[in-house]
Every structure is written in C-alpha cells, then in structure tokens.
C-alpha cells in the first residue's frame, strides 16, 4: 500500500493497517503513481480528486476506483485575510448554490463525485 507521505492518507494507512500490509510513503504523489504503475506496489490511498485526475491519463489505463471511500474527515479550504468581508460574501455564494441546486449541477459537468 503506498500514500502521499505526511498527508491524511498517509495518517490513516499508518493508523490501520501497519500492523498487516508493507506501506511505501512517497515525497510526492507523481513518484506514488509511478511506483502503482510499476506494479511496486499494489494499491494506492490518496485524496479522491488527484487520483481521478490522475486516472484520466494514458498512465492510468486499467486501474480504477475501488471500494468505498474513506470518511478521513479531510477538509479543503480556501485561506482569506483573517478578519476578510470576503470570507462572509464567499460562504455565503457556496451556501447559496448548494441550496439551489447550482451547485450540483455545476459539479457532475466536472466531476462523477461531489468535490465539496
């Protein structure tokens, strides 16, 4: 099993499965794919939008999603100046859309899973 080193997958292979599988942490998640694609190692954690970039590439061809995802309780953000009135007016524009529907729709034009 390989991860991303110092990353929340990295945490949660280390947390529950040291114990029973060989894990190979990488300084960058290029060199992970490449070891995947080598056949270095056999199954890769990793956030869930880089790994379906990532399996949209020539590279990628015969590897996929498998099984469930991982509720690791990672968040995404976007940094604003603290004390911002755009922090306000941001939140306010995402709340927006995912309660109308924009959201969504905007999202599976891109993605085949909510990035939010």
Do not use: H
């Not at 100046?81 to 941001?90: H, P, Q, T, V």
């Amino acid at each position: 099993m390989g991860a991303y080193r110092s990353t929340v997958s990295s945490q949660y292979l280390e947390d529950n499965f040291a114990d029973k599988v060989n894990i190979k942490l990488y300084d960058n998640q290029e060199n992970a794919y490449l070891d995947l694609t080598a056949g270095r190692i056999d199954l890769l954690v990793s956030d869930k939008f880089p790994a379906w970039n990532w399996l949209q590439s020539k590279e990628a061809q015969g590897f996929e999603f498998k099984g469930d995802d991982i509720d690791i309780q990672d968040k995404v953000a976007v940094a604003v100046r603290k004390g911002s009135k755009l922090k306000e007016a941001f939140s306010k524009a995402i709340a927006e859309i995912v309660a109308n529907g924009r959201y969504q729709e905007i999202n599976q034009r891109y993605f085949p899973f909510s990035i939010y």
